[in-house]
């Protein structure tokens, strides 16, 4: 289970990943007392594919302000990575630029609670942030942002 990050630490990381240019997607914690762990995920304004040459980057710039800065002990670990392949959707932006993956979503309000589908992206004309996902069988779904309980990129390997 993750750990609370004091916000002290969440400003000070997320000040770094910004100034590294490029967006803190998430921070847990986790690890023991002496040897606690940061779990830092990034993500590129642009759109792009995260690299690993990115992530030591902003490992760089997280440890360059933590370091010697006392809200950390001195033995924690970092570890910067993408947000994934099988990424969550979190945001109405999310469901604009991963138009034309493939998605799962689950929520109440979708029968059967879950579908599988192409994301077709936002409804524009709806009151509300409302999602489609067009299912293998050409069924369009719609459910309001505010009601999805989870939404991920589905990787399909090739086989």
């Known amino acids: 289970m993750a750990a609370p990050i004091a916000a002290a630490v969440q400003q000070v990381v997320d ?3 910004t ?8 921070l847990t914690g986790g690890g023991t007392r002496n040897r606690p762990l940061l779990e830092v995920r ?12 990115d992530c030591a980057a902003v490992s760089r710039a997280i440890e360059a302000v933590l370091d010697g800065s006392g809200l950390v002990v001195e033995s924690y670990r970092l570890e910067v990575s993408s947000p994934g392949m099988d990424r969550p959707l979190r945001h109405a932006a999310d469901w604009r630029r991963f138009a034309g993956r493939r998605v799962a979503v689950t929520s109440g ?5 879950r ?11 709806a009151d509300v942030d409302t999602g ?11 459910v309001a942002l505010a009601d999805v309980k989870t939404a991920r990129l589905v990787v399909i ?3």
């Open 15 to 17: 000040s770094a990943v």
């Open 19 to 26: 100034e590294a240019g490029f967006e803190l997607f998430s």
């Open 42 to 53: 990034i993500d590129r304004p642009d759109g792009a594919k995260i690299m690993i040459e």
């Open 109 to 113: 309000a979708l029968v059967g609670s």
């Open 115 to 125: 579908v599988e589908g192409v994301l077709l992206g936002i409804d524009e004309n």
């Open 132 to 142: 489609v996902v067009q299912d293998d069988q050409g069924t369009e779904h719609r």
């Open 157 to 159: 390997w090739n086989r």
